[in-house]
């Protein structure tokens, strides 16, 4: 049998072969090879308008990172389909459900006068709005029987925390998901306040404001607002320092069966009216907090807006240096992220002793 002869393809004649053959021995040039003089650091980005929210800080100080790679970089999570509603779709339903409520009842006067079975009238008609405006492009999302279950577990929420509702002063609800532009330390983002209330002291002219965000996950608290370098919670205290006339006090508004409660703070009323703020269970005195609370060491509610904006400054600045090392704050903020592929985490894990041996 005569020796094979190596050709690229009996399709191509001699010449042809040939050409080709030139062609694939030519050697390209070699590439220019980038030297980074600090390999945790990207590229330095200009000020301006970036996506993100108040997520683009609290990337940054969560983890650098995570907040170059999504923020700037465009890595995006592949969510895994799933049976049932998650959990981020069961918050959005309730958010929709109280902001149809409020939209129709807007101060505690109407709260307080409304009779048993028209609130539950209308605690009905916002659950089964919320899912009607959840679910309207996706109808089989949601069977019948998980449909009617979610609108039992909306009324019932709803029922628990008007009852809150119930327990505080005078207010009247100003804004229902608010838009708010955010600039600070050279960054310019967008959020939305889920409701922003007027707080009636009795002065007209002069009635301080409370910023509330429903938060339906357990790990909310006011103990998370202490302006450190790297913030656990930064998007109430950025919304505060973003409103044109600051607010008296934030507030998260939690939303768990089994813990339906306010938890937030606000400032102290002063002698000459401003910023004058009404008690509600919950919301407690800046200045009065015990030294044992993470806020214990703030005097005033101004002190701990300028605190907050230093803070927060400070990680708009990182963010445009391009500081971007893969540093997590606590071990908790690789959780649920979906970057250990990228960052490569655990491969910077020190090997064991019986490891290094195998």
């Known amino acids: ?8 393809t009996s399709m191509l004649n001699d010449s042809a072969q040939q050409a080709l053959e030139l062609e694939l021995n030519i050697e390209p040039p070699p590439a220019e090879m980038e030297t980074l003089a600090d390999a945790s650091r990207a590229p330095v980005t200009e000020p301006g308008s970036y996506s993100g929210g108040t997520g683009l800080f609290q990337k940054q100080s969560d ?9 700037r970089l465009k ?3 592949v969510s895994t389909p799933r049976p049932g509603l998650d959990a981020g779709t069961r918050g959005s339903l309730v958010h929709k459900a109280l902001e149809a409520f409020w939209r129709d009842q807007k101060d505690a006067s109407h709260l307080h006068s409304i009779d048993d079975e028209d609130l539950q009238q209308q605690i009905e008609q916002s659950a089964e709005q919320a899912l009607r405006e959840q679910f309207s492009r996706y109808r089989l999302a949601i069977s019948r029987a998980s449909r009617a279950l979610e609108k039992q577990r909306l009324i019932k929420l709803l029922q628990q925390w008007l009852e809150v509702e119930k327990q505080r002063p005078a207010f009247r609800v100003q804004a229902l998901e608010q838009p708010v532009e955010i600039t600070l330390g050279g960054i310019q983002t967008n959020g939305s306040i ?21 938060k339906t996950g357990a790990s909310a608290g006011s103990g998370q607002w202490l302006p450190e370098a790297r913030m656990r919670d930064v998007q109430l205290p950025a919304y505060a320092l973003s409103l044109q006339a600051a607010p ?16 937030g703070i606000q400032s102290a009323s002063e002698g000459n009216g401003s910023h004058a703020t009404t008690d509600t269970p919950g919301i407690r005195i800046i200045g009065r907090f015990t030294r044992k609370h993470a806020l214990g060491e703030h005097e005033s509610w ?30 908790q903020r690789c959780r649920y992220c979906h970057l250990h592929a990228f960052c490569r985490i655990h491969e910077r894990a020190v090997f064991s002793p019986d490891e290094t041996n195998e």
């Open 63 to 71: 983890c650098p990172f995570r907040a170059f790679a999504e923020i």
């Open 75 to 77: 890595a995006k999570a």
């Open 302 to 331: 101004l002190e701990l807006l300028n605190d907050w904006r230093s803070r927060l400054e400070a990680l708009a600045e990182q963010f445009l240096a391009g500081q971007a090392e893969v540093n997590p704050r606590d071990d």
């Open 194 to 214: 889920d409701r922003i209330d007027r707080l009636d002291t009795g002065n007209q002219a002069d009635q301080p404001t409370l910023l509330i965000d429903y």
């Open 1 to 8: 049998e005569a020796p094979h002869e190596d050709r690229l």
């Open 248 to 263: 008296s006090g934030i507030a998260f508004a939690r939303l768990l069966p089994a813990n339906v409660e306010f938890d």
